[in-house]
């Protein structure tokens, strides 16, 4: 299967505990996004990475919250003492630069992890 | 915040008919793109419509965007009940850094009735 791969699919974790998530992107695609999904709305945006570069960060939503692309390849979001407003299903997306001149093109989703903290 | 705003937020109808949605968005845009989710998993890409573009067709899917009235539509024909999902359209954000994520609207949660 060559899409975007997300581990673990589920998390459930007691308030206080650090939580890291894991995304592979699509192997070809060299830009890779962090969302964030409460139950009802839409994906919001928390930060992307072109190739090793962190080229946004400003929607993290706390200092608790960084991510990393250490290689240009995989990435992990890790959440620090974590709260309980902090359930919610992460979602990772990849996409190949430049796709379309002038804007964002298309995104392709992983099956995202969804965490739950106690 | 979301850019884009569907409407309605729900929508229930029979399988076989139409089903009509709307996205309204506030800033000028490069494209505008709607995304499928199936209940508790990630999105799938449905349609990309440039601002130069007026009409896109792709199978059942009719997306239309008039950039004068910031607004664009996705109409499904002929629904199935594999159709039932929520349906988001997505447009270009702009951040302090300049750099233009794509950033979605609430969605609207399409039943399909069998």
């Known amino acids: 299967d060559t899409g975007v791969s997300q581990n673990p699919r589920h998390k459930i974790t007691k308030r206080g505990q650090n939580v890291t998530f894991r995304c592979d992107p699509i192997?070809?695609?060299?830009?890779l996004y962090w969302y964030r999904q409460t139950l009802g709305q839409g994906p919001e945006f928390l930060t992307y990475f072109q190739n090793e570069a962190q080229l946004e960060k400003s929607r993290l939503l706390s200092d608790r919250f960084s991510a990393e692309r250490p290689k240009g390849s995989f990435s992990t979001l890790e959440i620090q003492r974590t709260e309980q407003g902090d359930s919610a299903m992460y979602l990772c997306?990849?996409?190949?630069?430049?796709?379309?001149?002038?804007?964002?093109?298309?995104?392709?989703f992983g099956e995202g992890s969804r965490l739950t903290v106690l | 915040s979301q850019q884009g705003e569907e409407d309605p937020q729900a929508l229930s109808i029979q399988e076989g008919e139409n089903a009509t949605m709307n996205c309204s968005y506030k800033?000028?845009?490069?494209?505008l793109q709607w995304y499928r989710q199936n209940s508790g998993r990630g999105l799938v890409h449905l349609i990309l419509i440039r601002s130069n573009e007026r009409e896109k067709h792709s199978g059942r899917l009719r997306v239309t965007l008039d950039t004068s009235k910031k607004s664009s539509s996705l109409l499904i024909t002929a629904s199935r009940a594999a159709d039932t999902a929520s349906y988001f359209c997505?447009?270009?954000?702009?951040?302090?850094?300049?750099?233009?994520?794509?950033?979605f609207g609430k969605g609207t949660r399409l039943s399909v009735i069998a």
């Open positions: 800033t000028s845009i490069n494209n």
């Open positions: 997306a990849s996409s190949p630069k430049g796709q379309t001149r002038g804007g964002t093109g298309e995104l392709f």
């Open positions: 997505a447009t270009v954000g702009t951040y302090p850094s300049g750099n233009t994520p794509l950033v």
């Open positions: 192997s070809e695609h060299n830009r």
